[in-house]
C-alpha cells in the first residue's frame, strides 16, 4: 500500500511514526510505502545555516535520535557551539541549536550552496537516519525557500516576524494578526509531492498545526487540487481534542484566521478533500461533517504504543472510507 | 612602543605570548602596542565555513584559550559536531574541527557573508578574547581570500590541492614541487597593515614558517617595501635549531623553494630588511650575515617562561640595532 502523509513537527513525526510501527506489525501491511509530505515553512537561516526544523524532527523521530521528552531535537543533545556564539555577540540566542543539530545544519547548508535541492539534501540526510530501509520517504513540500511570516501589533505598532520569532521567542504571546507564507508565489511542489497524493492508496492528515503547518503545505500550488482529485481516500487526526490544542499553539493560530478552536472548526479547513475525520472521543457526539464521516477514538499520543493504535484507527477509517 | 610583528600560527602565537608577558612585565614597555599581521594563506573554507587556522591560533592563544599541548585549537574541546558531519557523509573528514572552534567559524562565516571583512570580523572575535585590553591587535594580512595551494606529484601526475591538505591530510609526505598562493594577484594589505610596518618602533618576526606563513605575508603587494623603507629595526627569530625545524614542516618548505633548512639560509630569505637574527647558541657560530646582526640564545619555546625570555632577547637585539 502507498500512504502519503501531510505533516509539520512534532504531532506530525509522532503520528507517523506510530505508523509506521501499526504498519510494521501488521503482516499485510509490512511493505507498505510511507511518503511524507513535510511543512517547509518553518526554516529559517540562523547564524548563515538552513535549519529546516519541521523535516529534522520527522528525520530524528523516524530515525530514532529525537529527544523524547522535547519532541524536538537531539537525544544526549550539548550546547557548545552555541555558548561560543553567544560569547562572540553572534545572534540571534533565542533559538536553541544543539552541537548534534548543528551537524545536520552543517550538512544541509553545505550541500545546498553546492547546489544541490533541498529534496536531494534531505534524502541524503534521510540515509544516515535509515528510513530507505524503513520504506518511508520524506520530501520537502516545495525546495522553493518558503517561510511563514507572522502579522503582529504591539505599542510599535505592525510588523512581520519570522514565525520562529513568534513561536519560539514570542510563544505566540503577541496576538498573530496573519500568516504570510514569503515566497509562496514562487514555489512550486517539490519533486514527487503531487505524484505522492495522486497515487497514493491513502492520505492521511496527521495531528498537525492546521494554520501553520498543514495549512501551509495546502498553499503550496497544486497541493489542494491534488488531495481534491486523488481516488486516495484522505483522512485527517484532530489536533483540537475538547476545544484545546493537544500541543503548540494552534489556538492561537486558528484565532489570527477566524476559524473556532473545535476539531470540527478544523475539519471545515478541509472540507474540500476530507474523507474521514479522526477526533477525540469526547469530541465525537458534537462534530457533524457534511461528507466526512467522523469516528471518535482516544486521541492522546502518551506513547508509542498510543500513536501506534491512533495511526491505526486512521488508517481503518481510510480503508473503510471507499471515494466515490 | 608600537610593536608589529608578522606572524604564522603555533610558533608565532607562541613566541607572541612570551613577548605580552616580557612587555607586562617590564615597567617602561608594558603599555605598549603590539599590532599582529596574521597569514591567512592558510586558510580554507570547510563545509561552508571559513576557517582561518593561523588567525584563530593566535586569538586563542593570547586570549587563553588555546590547547597548550597541541598549540591549535581549544582546551576542553568536544569533536561532536564534527561526528554528525562524518555520520551523513559530508566532506572533508581529514581536518579536525572541534565545536568550540566551530563555533568561531560560524560566527565569523556568518559576519563575512553580512558583508563583514576579514578585519573587521576578526576585530569582532579579537574583542571575545580580550586582545583590547592586552593592548594586541591581531590584523590578517589581507581582506581578500589567499589560499596557499601546493603543487605535488605522484603516479597520478602533478596537481595542485590546498595548504591544509598538504599539511594536514598528506603531513607533508608528497615532496612539494612549489607554492602557489591564489588570489595573491587581486590582494591587497588590509587596513593598517602597511602603515602598522612603516610606523612601527620594532617589528619582530617570530619564528614562524618562512616559506608558507612569513613568505606568504611577504607576498601581500607593498609588504615587503614597508620592511625594506620602516625605520624600526627589523629583527627575526630562526625557526631552524640545528638544520631542523622546531616544529612543523619547514624543512619540506624549504627544500621546495630550493634552500638550505638552516638558520642562515632562512635569513637569506629576509636579507633586504633584516637587521636583527636571534639564532640558537648551537647555530651563533655557523651563521654570519652581511648585514643583520647576529645572536646566538637558546631559543626552544619549552614553557611560556622561555618564549618570554626569548621575545625579549628579540626585543632586546631590536633596541640595539637602530637603523641608520
Known sequence: MRITALAGGVGGARFLRGLR????????????????????GDDISLFGLRVCPDLDTL??????????????????????????????????????????????????????AQGLSLSEATTRLAQRWG???????VLPMSDSPVETHVVVEDADGQRAVHFQEWWVRMQASLPAQRFVAVGMDR????????????????VLLPPSN?????????????????LRGTAAPVVGVSPIIGGM???????????????????????????????????????????????????????????????????GAALDLALETKRG
Chains 1, 2 share one sequence.
Open 210 to 226: 492546521p494554520v501553520v503547518s498543514i495549512g501551509i503545505i495546502l498553499g503550496v500550488p497544486g497541493v489542494r487540487d491534488a
Open 21 to 40: 510501527t501499526h504498519l510494521d506489525a501488521t503482516p499485510d501491511l509490512a511493505d507498505s510505502e510511507l511518503t511524507i509530505i513535510g511543512n517547509t
Open 245 to 311: 490544542p493537544v500541543r503548540g499553539h494552534a489556538d492561537a493560530c486558528l484565532a489570527a484566521i477566524g476559524v473556532e478552536c473545535t476539531a470540527g472548526a478544523v475539519a471545515g479547513l478541509y472540507e474540500d478533500f476530507l474523507d474521514g475525520w479522526l477526533v477525540s472521543q469526547e469530541d465525537a457526539a458534537s462534530v457533524r461533517l457534511p461528507r466526512a464521516q467522523v469516528r471518535g477514538r482516544p486521541l492522546l499520543m502518551t506513547d508509542r504504543a498510543a500513536a501506534a493504535q491512533i495511526a
Open 131 to 137: 528510513l530507505p530501509d524503513q520504506r518511508v520517504t
Open 187 to 202: 514555489a512550486t511542489a517539490a519533486p514527487g509531492v503531487l505524484d505522492a497524493i495522486r497515487h497514493a492508496d491513502v
Open 59 to 112: 528525520l530524528y523521530t523516524l530515525g530514532g535520535g529525537i529527544h523524547e521528552g522535547q519532541g524536538w531535537g537531539r537525544a544526549d543533545e550539548s550546547h557548545r557551539v552555541q555558548g561560543e556564539l553567544a560569547a562572540y555577540g553572534a545572534t540571534p540566542q533565542w533559538f536553541a541549536l544543539g552541537d548534534l543539530d548543528i551537524g545536520t545544519h552543517i550538512a544541509r547548508s553545505q550541500w545546498l
